[in-house]
């Protein structure tokens, strides 16, 4: 037996998405026993950011890539044979995407990733386990880098959150200021640093810092910064040369 006709041109409906494109449908996460609000809210957001599918559908470790392809795109930091370091690499999207732009994946340019926890292998990128903070590391930065100095230094380090905004502001500005003090020992003149900071107050520091040692200092966020985030990304250009910030008035 025939089913009911339905008038002429109308299409039928998905069951149950009220003729709403299924595609288009957020999708939900149901709070499961043991799983917190937050971290259900948390699931829920990352299953809905068109970023993490194009991580995982380009090979990307993590979202934040994207992050530096937004940046590079503006400044166009990351030359074919430049060298890069990546100041708390994990879990190593930055460093991706360096090494691609770079061609440091193809022997051209070096890429030398720095974290105090491991990171797996990554096609034409050193990685030095170890605190940036060390003495001696610097050196060793240097010398990874084959004896030269770095281009860029970026940072997209951020400190556990504590979920008290000023707190969590005070302590990514100090971990801005400390890769500040890294990169014054490993950039060569003309170089570029990158940084994430957060908004709160506490930049004018940093920001009075980096004019004295950089020609050029903008503020820039990616189109893969979340919309309610309050970071944004610090990108200096043009070094003065190590001792800089120390003689201007």
Request: aromatic share 6%; proline share 5%.
């Amino acid at each position: 037996m025939a089913g009911p006709r339905r008038p002429p041109g109308k299409k039928p409906r998905s069951e149950g998405t009220s003729g709403r494109d299924p595609k288009k449908l957020s999708q939900r996460v149901k709070t499961a026993r043991g799983r917190t609000l937050s971290s259900t809210r948390w699931l829920e957001r990352q299953l809905n950011d068109p970023f993490v599918s194009r991580a995982k559908l380009e090979g990307y470790r993590s979202r934040s890539a994207f992050k530096l392809i937004g940046i590079d795109d503006e400044f166009h930091l990351l030359k074919p044979g430049g060298r890069i370091v990546d100041l708390g690499a994990a879990p190593g999207g930055w460093s991706q995407v360096a090494s691609r732009r770079t061609r440091a994946d193809q022997g051209e340019g070096k890429v030398v990733a720095i974290d105090i926890h491991g990171v797996e292998p990554i096609a034409g990128v050193t990685i030095l386990k170890q605190d940036f903070l060390e003495e001696g590391t610097p050196e060793a930065l240097i010398e990874a880098l084959g004896g030269d100095k770095a281009d860029v230094v970026m940072s997209d380090m951020a400190a556990h959150a504590t979920g008290h905004k000023q707190t969590d502001h005070l302590k990514i500005m100090a971990l801005a200021e400390a890769a500040l003090m890294f990169a014054r020992e490993v950039l060569k003149p003309g170089g570029t640093f990158v940084c994430k900071v957060l908004r709160g107050g506490a930049e004018n520091e940093l920001l009075r810092q980096l004019k004295q040692d950089f020609r050029q200092v903008k503020h820039f966020k990616p189109e893969a910064s979340r919309e309610d985030s309050a970071e944004l990304f610090l990108v200096a250009l043009g070094f003065r040369g190590k001792g800089s910030g120390d003689s201007a008035g």
